[in-house]
């Protein structure tokens, strides 16, 4: 018998898998990107209707649910890559400033 959330997850997935693939098609994913997506959208189909692939692991983490260590996780792999997220734009501002600055030296020789 299928759950809700298992329905959910499921269109979720394949959702996200076309997406990624649209993306690929695109030129916007490299192999390499559209590949790590699709791994982890066909994980979660995986892990949504066999749970128990993760019950063992989750109990021997010491978690009292194997709902708990999903929360857990996901929580680590948000944050993380939040952070990640974060010191590319730092990065791409910090070239943004350096381009601007340089425009900025040109324009005003020409204008002397």
Known sequence: ?????????????LFMAYYSFLHFKRKEFTKREVTF?????MTFIVITF??????????????ARLLDGYIVFGFLFLTSVVFYIYTL???LQRSIEEIV?????ENSK???
């Open 89 to 91: 734009v730092r990065r």
């Open 1 to 13: 018998m299928l759950l809700g959330i298992q329905i959910i997850v499921f269109l979720f997935s």
């Open 110 to 112: 020409k204008e002397n």
């Open 37 to 41: 997506w699709l791994f982890l959208w």
């Open 101 to 105: 600055r340089k425009i900025a030296l």
């Open 50 to 63: 066999i749970p128990n692939l993760l019950k063992t692991f989750s109990i021997s983490m010491g978690f």
